[in-house]
T-cell receptor, first 113, second 112 residues
Framework: KQEVTQIPAALSVPEGENLVLNCSFT??????LQWFRQDPGKGLTSLLL?????REQTSGRLNASLDKSSGRSTLYIAASQPGDSATYLC????????????FGRGTSLIVHP | DVKVTQSSRYLVKRTGEKVFLECVQD?????MFWYRQDPGLGLRLIYF???????EKGDIPEGYSVSREKKERFSLILESASTNQTSMYLC???????????FGSGTRLTVV
């Protein structure tokens, strides 16, 4: 059974820092991995989707990498801003059978001015 | 952009009431999902559907049912609401796994 872990559970940084959020998974037979952002009391907003054949995806100040062999993905946020404060979740879809993704519990990020 | 619309942002219902949560997507997605999200427990899958009139149980289907009469609409039904069903409910849809998932804005349900 796939298990997805996000460490740390919470992070507080000053504005302007470059930071890395981690997502680890136990089964490397994945189909793709998706990063989401969730603001308090809101739904999930898709940030980046990485297919298993890809090593990374970029969108603006965000860069997500995928290393299947080590069971890890990282979300890199450059020059963090207070508006980046949110919870970031990763979801891993496996190959074969049902492709219902497994979600991590998320990293709660606070960027203070 | 794909839109997934949940009809209510906040709902307050009484114990024992029958509750309907509605979800509509506008991109002809085959697959639709209902999750609940609770502090410390993360996202848990309640039901999903791969096609019209088709449904599959997720991890926590007890106390819930679903309806998918049209492709764009997936309804979650709480047959007799209980206080332990107080939660954030999230609907999602997907074309297929190549394209990932799109979520609605959520419904915060309080059962009193």
């Amino acid at each position: 059974k796939q298990e997805v872990t996000q460490i740390p559970a919470a992070l507080s940084v000053p504005e302007g820092e470059n930071l890395v959020l981690n997502c680890s998974f136990t089964d490397s037979a994945i189909y793709n991995l998706q990063w989401f952002r969730q603001d308090p009391g809101k739904g999930l907003t898709s940030l980046l989707l990485i297919q298993s054949s890809q090593r990374e995806q970029t969108s603006g100040r965000l860069n997500a990498s995928l290393d299947k062999s080590s069971g890890r993905s990282t979300l890199y946020i450059a020059a963090s801003q207070p508006g980046d404060s949110a919870t970031y979740l990763c979801a891993v879809s496996r190959t074969g059978g049902s492709y219902i993704p497994t979600f991590g519990r998320g990293t709660s990020l606070i960027v203070h001015p | 952009d794909v839109k997934v619309t949940q009809s209510s942002r906040y709902l307050v219902k009484r114990t024992g009431e029958k509750v309907f949560l509605e979800c509509v997507q506008d991109m002809d997605h085959e697959n639709m999902f209902w999750y609940r999200q609770d502090p410390g427990l993360g996202l848990r899958l309640i039901y999903f559907s791969y096609d019209v009139k088709m449904k599959e149980k997720g991890d926590i289907p007890e106390g819930y049912s679903v309806s998918r009469e049209k492709k764009e609409r997936f309804s979650l039904i709480l047959e007799s609401a209980s206080t332990n069903q107080t939660s954030m409910y999230l609907c999602a849809s997907s074309w297929d796994r190549d394209y990932g998932y799109t979520f609605g804005s959520g419904t915060r349900l309080t059962v009193v």
